[in-house]
């Protein structure tokens, strides 16, 4: 086959490159937006030393630190004997105990399998809980511009999109907040980008199957 070369082949190789640095800088926005979410972590590093308990903030990640705990301590189907009968739960809403059944799982055994993945390593789960939310914060960066991207067809809208989320984010992504909205947040943008690309491609196909002659004369000439 012949070489491809000219103009031609210099605007394949300027797309080629387009491609690398706009992956490059969606990268960049992730490691950045990682670091930025991980600073609170850093200014208690000390504390944490005598207060291990110190990387975590508010009430809701105590609570699953707990239940994570006790999977870990009792088996991943431990889980199901976590409700107001049981009195280990009445630590939560006393003296009435806590339902912990009836509540979604996912964060739950995600922090479950990921510890057991790590434990072997020497790390805790006080500081995997706490990183956890900037890593998810990390990945809605990548996954909102995929998004971008795929709505708009432009590798710009990718890169303002990452840095976008990576400089205006929200407390649950922040290091110490383990909590469903942080899972949920980085799973959004990903679900969405697989809906439109999915929405996209069912949608051409249909095209393509009911497409008539002259359709087809028509698609043939826009193509060219």
Known sequence: ?????????????????????TAVLVLVAALVGLYLRLYPLFNVMEL?????????????????????????????ASWFMLTRENPATHLFWYPFGRDFVHELPGLIYTGYVLYQLVKPFGVSLLNLLSVLPPVFGAMTI??????????????????LAAWLVALAF?????????????????????????????????SYTHLRAHETSLHLVCRLLLEK
């Open 1 to 21: 086959m012949p070489r491809k070369g000219g103009v031609g082949g210099f605007l394949a190789s300027l797309e080629r490159l387009s491609t690398y640095i």
């Open 48 to 76: 944490a030393r005598v207060y291990p308990e110190v990387v975590l903030n508010e009430m809701d990640p105590f609570g699953n630190y707990w239940i994570i705990k006790y999977l870990d301590e009792h088996g991943p």
């Open 142 to 159: 990548v996954g909102s511009a995929l998004l971008a991207y795929e709505v708009s067809r432009k590798k710009l809208a990718a890169v």
């Open 170 to 202: 929200i407390d649950r992504t922040l290091a110490g907040f383990f909590v469903k909205y942080s899972l949920g947040i980085a799973l959004a943008p990903f679900v969405l980008w697989l809906h439109v690309r999915s929405w996209r491609t069912v």
